[in-house]
């Protein structure tokens, strides 16, 4: 499995921005999307996660702003951000879960800042 992940970009507080990630690859059997984010020394967590089901779940910090969402025509699974706060500052991961085994993909930086 490949993720393309991309959207990243700098926005000012109170923006929004979407994040896309493209899965290829043996993308059959994915049990599950989720992004994750890193802020500067911290632990990476879970943002947002959507199963092959369509149920989805959402980091407390995050509810209310945060919509996950799939296209499987696209293969692709959209994490869009309103309301940004400088907290949410990271970079932004996507991650695929197949058959026991965790894919990533690269990290797009999403900066919110005045």
């Known amino acids: 499995v490949q993720l393309q992940a991309s959207g990243g970009g700098l926005v000012q507080p109170g923006g929004s921005l979407r994040l896309p990630c493209t899965a290829s690859?043996?993308?059959?059997?994915?049990?599950?999307m989720t992004w994750y984010r890193q802020a500067p020394g911290k632990q990476r967590e879970l943002v947002a996660r959507?199963?092959?089901?369509?149920?989805?779940n959402y980091a407390d910090s995050v509810k209310g702003r945060f919509t996950i969402s799939e296209d499987n025509a696209k293969n692709t699974v959209y994490l869009q951000m309103n309301n940004l706060k400088p907290e949410d500052t990271a970079v932004y991961y996507c991650n695929a879960m197949r058959r026991g085994f965790d894919y990533w993909g690269q990290g797009t930086l999403v900066t919110v800042s005045s």
């Open positions: 959507i199963t092959t089901g369509g149920s989805t």
């Open positions: 690859g043996s993308i059959r059997s994915i049990g599950a």
